[in-house]
């Protein structure tokens, strides 16, 4: 049984800056994709970002690129989701999760995911 654990988050002023990170424990072989997605109160779960465990390929929504990376450190087993110039539309809590397969339009989908974190909260003030 897979389990994540995403840790990093917490409250920053608008413009800062922020690194979340994702555990991961007890996974198999075989290919991966870990992504990164939110929630705001009241809202559905909506796509960040994705990468496949290799590092070689990553997916990001419009709205993050130029400002979010997402990486792999196979040596830790972690995933990162390195976030700037925060905005306060994107308080929420993140999480992380696992599927197989490759990078594709199913990536950003919440549906897609077989496995989740508990969450981190992101909190960005004005």
């Known amino acids: 049984q897979v389990r994540l654990t995403e840790s990093g988050g917490g409250s920053v002023q608008a413009g800062g800056s922020l690194t979340l990170s994702c555990g991961i424990f007890?996974?198999?072989?075989?290919?991966?994709?870990m992504g990164w997605f939110r929630q705001a109160p009241g809202k559905e779960r909506s796509f960040v970002a994705a990468v496949t465990t290799s590092g070689s390929n990553t997916m990001y929504a419009d709205s993050v690129k130029g400002r979010f990376t997402i990486s792999v450190d196979n040596t830790k087993n972690t995933v990162n989701l390195q976030m700037s110039s925060l905005k306060p539309e994107n308080t929420a809590v993140y999480y992380c999760?696992?599927?197989?397969?490759?990078?594709?339009?199913?990536?950003?989908?919440?549906?897609?995911?077989?496995?989740w974190g508990q969450g981190t909260q992101v909190t960005v003030a004005s």
């Open positions: 007890g996974r198999g072989s075989g290919g991966y994709v």
């Open positions: 999760g696992e599927t197989t397969g490759r990078l594709n339009i199913a990536t950003m989908a919440a549906k897609t995911y077989s496995f």
